[in-house]
């Protein structure tokens, strides 16, 4: 059985986690037990398996402060970029020993020098010198402690291919004209960027599913997302800060990069993110809608429009963010 030790977490607090799981029964000997020991300054946050209802206070307290965690959870956000995914396992405490920021940076960026690309069928959508990005799937994870930067990768890809499977994503997104799964991925991530709130995400990818598949005169196939701009930007002149708002005429902003969606036609050359499972169910049926334009005004209300001439008026009505 598992236990789940946080950071900063107090003796008391770790046996009430002990009783939830009826791995004791006696909380306040636990806790004096712990205390007499110097559980609280001396134990590691981790995954602890291993435990059982058999074992007395005593081995329980022995085995969490002699012992290694067996797994560190790690939190991968949905929407976040590739370095930012590297950051969470670099960061994360206690270390994972074995990871390296460098070679896993190397590994998604590059293909091809990935030992186990043949193993997953999703990176053949990939173009050809274009990275891993928006394949690694969000979500937390138990990752062993002496787990590699080739591990970790090897992980999310295998997640993000059991969520296709799971949802049948491949077979929705050839429903809904996308031409693979990746296609149906990479809408996804612009979708996951532009959501601030959870109600609007449908409407959204319905914007941007029209914009793709149903272009007309007055979007010429653009998707015009300011997130895709931020992705080109970003990746022009890398930082640690990333997803600032746009300064400028998103036209004007990494005017030669294949990211800019106001200047391309179509979509971008790779996902900008890590789309979760909403996006992707979202992105892969979308409502059938008629929007072709969308806002967030400092009410904090989403306005959707059907044509320029709406969308122009919807903003001179509302105050924008933009």
Not at 202 to 209: F, K, L, P, T
Not at 217 to 239: C, F, H, I, M, W
Not at 282 to 294: G, I, N, Q
């Amino acid at each position: 059985m598992g236990l789940e030790i946080k950071q900063g977490e107090s003796t008391a607090d770790i046996a009430d986690h002990l009783q939830n799981k009826g791995l004791i029964r006696n909380v306040l000997g636990f806790r004096i037990w712990a205390r007499v020991k110097g559980l609280d300054t001396k134990l590691q946050a981790g995954l602890y398996k291993g435990l059982s209802p058999k074992m007395s206070i005593n081995d329980i307290t022995e085995q969490l402060l002699n012992g290694q965690p067996d797994a560190i959870p790690v939190l991968i956000r949905e929407g976040h970029r590739l370095e930012q995914i590297a950051d969470a396992f670099d960061l994360v405490t206690p270390k994972l020993v074995n990871f390296k920021k460098s070679e896993f940076l190397d590994y998604v960026r590059n293909i091809d020098h990935f030992p186990d690309k043949a193993n997953h069928p999703i990176l053949q959508y990939v173009p050809p010198g274009d990275s891993m990005e928006g394949l690694l799937f969000p979500s937390t994870y138990e990752v062993p402690v002496g787990s590699t930067a080739r591990d970790v990768i090897n992980q999310l890809l295998k997640q993000m291919e059991d969520m296709i499977q799971q949802n049948h994503l491949d077979t929705i997104a050839q429903q809904h004209q996308y031409q693979n799964v990746y296609q149906l991925i990479n809408l996804a991530s612009i979708v996951e960027r532009e959501t601030s709130k959870a109600t609007n995400r449908e409407n959204i990818a319905s914007v941007y599913w029209n914009r793709l598949f149903k272009p007309n005169s007055e979007t010429v196939g653009l998707l015009n997302s300011d997130p895709a701009v931020q992705y080109a930007r970003d990746s022009q002149k890398p930082s640690q800060k990333y997803w600032d708002p746009l300064n400028d005429d998103p036209k004007n902003i990494a005017p030669n990069s294949p990211w800019n969606t106001y200047v391309n036609k179509g979509l971008p050359p790779t996902p900008i993110c890590s789309p979760g499972l909403a996006s992707l169910i979202a992105t892969a049926k979308p409502p059938s809608t008629d929007y072709l334009y969308f806002f967030a005004s400092k009410d904090g209300n989403t306005y959707f429009a059907k044509t320029n001439a709406q969308f122009e008026l919807l903003k001179s009505q509302h105050a924008t963010n933009t």
